[in-house]
Antibody, heavy 121, light 106 residues
Framework: EVQLVQSGAEVKKPGESLNISCKASGYNFIHYWIGWVRQRPGRGLEWMGIIYPGDSDTRYGPSFQGQVTISADKSVTAAWLQWSSLRASDTAMYYC??????????????WGHGTLVTVSS | EILLTQSPATLSVSPGERATLSCRASQSVNNNVAWYQQKPDQAPRLLIHGASTRATGIPARFGGSGSGTEFTLTINSLQSEDSAVYYCQQYNTRLTFGGGTKVEIK
């Protein structure tokens, strides 16, 4: 059974750094893209970026390039989403997603339960 | 960036009736469109990919159609459990989501 288990909710202050994680299991981790989708309160879905653990090829959505860092470690079958300096506008639910097709990201067949990040002074 | 416009924003449908949701792309995305369902306080779930192929375990009352710039998600014989927000997503050029359509049950 494919599972994406995300780390717990976070409350941070503006300017602080943060890593959230996604532990994958139930499939061959290095052969599928894994990425992140943002959902701000009451808003729609935004694709942030995705990484292919097999070779670390990483792609970012235009709004997120340079704003976050996505990484993965195949030895522990996990991915991370990192901020170096949070802003209040980063307050959102963040979903870990698996790309359904091995060769390129395309669509997402499995989703984590989400990690709520709240940034407030 | 390819923009996806979903309409209507909200759709109110009686149980047993059909719901028709639209997704329009700012340029052709061939048939590279997926649809997702998101219920309150839940993660989204993949319904359709390739514009018309149902994902594993999705009931046959969910159907997708379209190509190029116009796509439709049809929910036949609407059930109370279908109350949710539905998003389209294109994966022809990078990845973008539409703004969503909320389906309410009358």
């Amino acid at each position: 059974e494919v599972q994406l288990v995300q780390s717990g909710a976070e409350v941070k202050k503006p300017g602080e750094s943060l890593n959230i994680s996604c532990k994958a299991s139930g499939y061959n981790f290095i052969h599928y893209w894994i990425g992140w989708v943002r959902q701000r309160p009451g808003r729609g879905l935004e694709w942030m970026g995705i990484i292919y653990p097999g070779d670390s090829d990483t792609r970012y959505g235009p709004s997120f390039q340079g704003q976050v860092t996505i990484s993965a470690d195949k030895s522990v079958t996990a991915a991370w989403l990192q901020w170096s300096s949070l802003r209040a506008s980063d307050t959102a639910m963040y979903y870990c997603v698996r790309g359904a097709v091995a060769v390129d990201p395309r669509y997402f067949d499995f989703w984590g339960h989400g990690t709520l990040v709240t940034v407030s002074s | 960036e390819i923009l996806l416009t979903q309409s209507p924003a909200t759709l109110s449908v009686s149980p047993g009736e059909r719901a028709t949701l639209s997704c329009r792309a700012s340029q052709s995305v061939n048939n590279n469109v997926a649809w997702y369902q998101q219920k309150p306080d839940q993660a989204p779930r993949l319904l359709i990919h390739g514009a018309s192929t149902r994902a594993t375990g999705i009931p046959a009352r969910f159907g997708g159609s379209g190509s190029g710039t116009e796509f439709t998600l049809t929910i036949n014989s609407l059930q109370s459990e279908d109350s949710a927000v539905y998003y389209c997503q294109q994966y022809n050029t990078r990845l973008t989501f539409g703004g969503g359509t909320k389906v309410e049950i009358k």
